[in-house]
Nanobody, 125 residues
Framework: QVQLVESGGGLVQPGGSLRLSCAAS????????MGWFRQAPGKEREFVAG???????YYADSVKGRFTISRDNAKNTVYLQMNSLKPGDTAVYYC???????????????????WGQGTQVTVSS
């Protein structure tokens, strides 16, 4: 049974940083594309960052230069380092994994096969 478990969310002041982790179990995803999405109240789930099997990355314009996605295949874990956080970044953040490794950018929720339960990130003073 595949599970993705996110951790690292919380309350942070504007300008602060958080690092989210997504630990996968049940199978290895070292050759698969993975990504982070977020969903704010009343809004649709939106793409944040993606990482290919070869560790190349791509980002939503709204987070480019502030967020960094990375992976540790030995730990079957993906990370999202978030810096210079803004109130607009407040959302539930979800980790996602695709059932294949592709070189094209996977930016839609339908591109992914497995999802975590989400972790809340709140940016507020």
């Amino acid at each position: 049974q595949v599970q993705l478990v996110e951790s690292g969310g919380g309350l942070v002041q504007p300008g602060g940083s958080l690092r989210l982790s997504c630990a996968a179990s049940g199978r290895t995803f070292s050759r698969n594309s993975m990504g982070w999405f977020r969903q704010a109240p009343g809004k649709e789930r939106e793409f944040v960052a993606g990482i290919r099997w070869n560790s190349s990355t791509y980002y939503a314009d709204s987070v480019k230069g502030r967020f960094t996605i990375s992976r540790d295949n030995a730990k079957n874990t993906v990370y999202l380092q978030m810096n210079s956080l803004k109130p607009g970044d407040t959302a539930v953040y979800y980790c996602a994994a695709a059932d294949r490794g592709l070189l094209r950018e996977l930016r839609g929720p339908g591109d992914y096969d497995y999802w975590g339960q989400g972790t809340q990130v709140t940016v507020s003073s």
